[in-house]
């Protein structure tokens, strides 16, 4: 570690440590009115009929909706971004993988953890990136998608 | 528009239909809602403007769901997204045209899924690469 790195041994117990689950319903009506916002017409996220026909349950999630919908609830429930003497924060990116179908009806439960932490002399002078990392389950105990973030302070 | 596409029928480095967007500040606010994002510098201009931005801009993850959406809207009903994510390299904002785009890069068959590894991206209307990214999906087979 350089002398002047603002990660402290503290922020690096942080990393890999697992909050406790927020939990929450899909819901049809919030699936439809997010669809509706972003545009997007696709009848699997509108059309309970025509969801059934195609093999599912009810209405299904389109890709971003189970990791934003209500941000920044749904994520842990006890996670906090580490406070750090950087002042601006960016959002560097979104990454999410999917494993299993989210349905309207499905209860989810949401940890989060610290996944790395890292930093960088960028153009702007120390950058810090904190990957925060969700991973969602169903109520069968299934992983339905897991979700990473990059935070970047600055 | 949603279309069925099988895994044989893909071409390395050939585009996938692009998928355009011409977001409003109602466009922003009705997301905001929908997704809980309430960040005022996507909504408040007065609050942007004293964040040195030019004014408000478009959410990140907003942007990010556009490109699930040309995601979704390729793969069809038979099809899946495994995973895809984006950075986002530069700020848009409303009034300007966006247009998704994605091109394949790779091809191939494991534990009996037939993938594609695509480049994604989007660019505003000066054809400026804002938000790239890269994805992977499945497609049904004809086999």
Partial sequence: MSEDSIITEEMRQVVGVESEPSIYEIEKEPIRRWAEAIGDSNPLYHDEEYAKKCGYDSIIAPPGFVAQYAFPVKIGKSFRRLETPLKRNLNGGNDYEFFKPVQAGDTLSATTKLAELYEREGRLGKMLFQIAETTFKNQNGEVVARARYTGISY | ??????????????????????????????????????????????????????????????????????????????????????????????????????????????????LVELEIWIENGEGKKTTPGQAVVALPSKG
């Fill in chain 2, 1 to 114: 528009m949603v279309q069925e596409t099988f895994w044989e029928d893909v071409e390395v480095g050939a585009e996938i239909p692009s998928l355009v967007k011409n977001p409003t500040p109602q466009q922003l606010v009705r997301w905001a809602g929908a997704s809980g994002d309430f960040y005022q510098i996507h909504y408040d201009k007065d609050f942007a403007l004293g964040n040195n931005l030019p004014g408000i801009i478009v959410h990140g993850a907003l942007k990010s769901t556009w490109l699930g959406q040309m995601l979704g809207d390729w793969v069809g009903v038979n099809g899946k997204i495994k995973k895809y994510g984006c950075g986002y390299r530069g700020m848009d904002v409303p009034g300007d045209t966006l247009t998704c785009r994605g091109t394949v890069t790779k091809k191939y068959v494991e534990d009996d899924e037939h």
